[in-house]
């Protein structure tokens, strides 16, 4: 299984200068997977299909097709996506017995690409939460110490990396669910701009949020993956009519000289983790002395982000999973007394507490009378956010913050407590609320042994910078091959 923890790119070229054939990768995944199955990662193995799929690559590559990076290469996708022939559960008991009709376009992309699905992979239930303990079929332990969270809501995602199961995989970010896990495991994460990539076939949790990305080792690993998974998409209406950009050819110059780095107090002011602060003081040295200007930026609302985030991403939350009501979506209650009651029983059994939670919060805040004080004033302090970060990114390429404000804490020690959950996603959350893209990568270990990780933010589109940054820290400072 040693072959498990080369990297895409590697692997790639292993693949095409037959080295290895997509076949004997996959089972090397396979055995990976059932050698790793106690962290509880995946919640479907697509074995049979994945398979069958490498073998019609292996056929492909012999008869000298060109293929792409990503052919005959096992990928894991979060358990939010759809996928023809598995199981689309989102982690939820509500949707336990859900079979996907159709395939998400990012999941069409990536086997029109050549992409092996070798599984399916746990997460908090209807994609909220921060430590993947939210999960209707167990908690998933962090691949780098399984007392510890992996983080959520992808945190079967970004475990599946950092265990070696598989090169890449997709999560998905509506508040910091890409970044975040990928922080507590010590692997790079990438939420795109919104609407970059399409959220087709995607189950919704907060439309104008949510974004799926990759998760990789490195950085050029996620270039190949967002190239694959990037583009217009005429089947969702918040697709953006961006051209399609080379990203692995492209972004990375293997310098950074004369970058201008936006520094805001307001990200920093709080922390009160040493490992963190240390973290951060280590990669503004690092990237001062390789010739980037650290510049001062001003964000004073972002310390709102996560008040905004919660009532808007609640109230979207609200609408969106109106549809599971055990008839047309979900698991139906067998004994009730009339309709209002069918739906009151379906809902309770199907749902977990923290969605619940949600849904309550987002009708609150979309009742009269509450509409204005709440959801109305939440969206007009995200425009104060949009507008900070429009101005700021006048004087700077990127901003960097940490990922999260601590490293991975232990299973069990914030489940109880859903206002210290929340703030794991301070630095994250105003992300998405000026829907901008940003990367985390691993920039260290804290006392704990748990890796740390450092967020880049970049303007929209700008994600061929953020790699480019992302690519020249990894290369000369911190990469994931430092985490164990
Ligand atoms: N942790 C945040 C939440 O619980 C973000 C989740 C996400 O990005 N999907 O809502």
């Not at 009708?363 to 959801?375: E, I, M, P, R, W």
Request: proline residues 3%; aromatic residues 10%; negative net charge.
């Amino acid at each position: 299984m040693e072959i498990m923890n080369e990297t895409l790119e590697n692997i790639s070229e292993m693949l095409d200068t037959k080295k290895i054939s997509s076949v004997e990768l996959v089972n090397e995944s396979l055995k990976s997977i059932e050698a790793t199955k106690d962290l509880n990662i995946l919640h479907e193995v697509c074995r049979d299909n994945a398979l069958e799929m490498a073998k019609d690559i292996d056929a492909k590559r012999a008869n000298g097709e060109k293929l792409s990076k990503l052919a005959g290469i096992p990928i894991v996708i979060k358990d939010n996506i759809s996928m023809v022939g598995t199981y689309t559960t989102c982690s939820s008991k509500f949707l336990e017995n859900y079979k996907s009709p159709y395939n998400a376009t990012v999941v069409d992309k990536l086997l029109q690409a050549g992409a092996i699905i070798v599984g399916k992979a746990n997460m908090d239930e209807f994609a909220m939460g921060s430590s993947s303990e939210n999960c209707a079929f167990g908690v998933v332990h962090n691949p780098r110490n399984p007392e510890y969270v992996p983080g959520g809501s992808s945190g079967g995602s970004a475990s599946a990396v950092a265990a070696n199961q598989c090169f890449g995989s997709l999560g998905t970010d509506t508040g910091g669910s890409i970044r975040q896990p990928s922080s507590f495991c010590g692997v790079v994460g990438l939420k795109p701009t919104y609407g970059l990539v399409s959220r087709y076939g995607v189950v919704a949790f907060a439309s104008s949020l949510d974004q799926v990305g990759p998760i990789t080792k490195t950085v050029r690993d996620n270039a190949i993956m967002l190239e694959a998974i990037a583009g217009y998409d005429n089947n969702e209406f918040t697709s953006a009519k961006h051209d399609k950009e080379s990203y692995y050819k492209d972004s990375f110059k293997n310098s950074i000289k004369g970058l201008k780095i936006g520094y805001a107090k307001e990200f920093f002011e709080s922390l009160n983790n040493q490992d963190v602060i240390k973290s951060m003081e280590n990669a503004m040295n690092f990237f001062k002395e390789n010739g980037a200007e650290i510049v001062d930026i001003e964000l004073p609302h972002i310390k709102d982000a996560l008040a905004v985030y919660y009532v808007l991403s609640s109230a979207e939350a609200a609408s969106n999973l109106a549809r599971f009501d055990g008839i047309k979506y979900g698991v139906a209650a067998k004994e009730y007394n009339d309709l209002i009651d069918f739906y009151f029983k379906s809902r309770t059994q199907g749902f977990g507490s923290e969605v619940k939670r949600r849904i309550m919060l987002g009708n609150f805040v979309l009742s009269s009378g509450y509409f204005d004080a709440y959801y109305n004033k939440a969206k007009a302090v995200q425009n104060l956010i949009i507008t900070e970060f429009s101005n700021a990114f006048k004087n700077c390429d990127v901003i960097l913050s940490p990922t999260t404000p601590t490293s991975a804490f232990k299973i069990g020690e914030k489940v109880n407590n859903p206002l210290e959950m929340y703030l794991n996603d301070i630095f994250t959350v105003p992300v998405n609320i000026a829907t901008l893209p940003a990367i985390s990568v691993p920039c260290g270990i804290a006392q704990n042994g748990m890796p740390l990780g450092m967020q880049l933010i970049g303007n929209r589109f700008s994600e061929s910078t953020l790699f480019n940054v992302a690519d020249y820290y990894e290369r000369n400072c911190f990469s994931f091959r430092e985490v164990k």
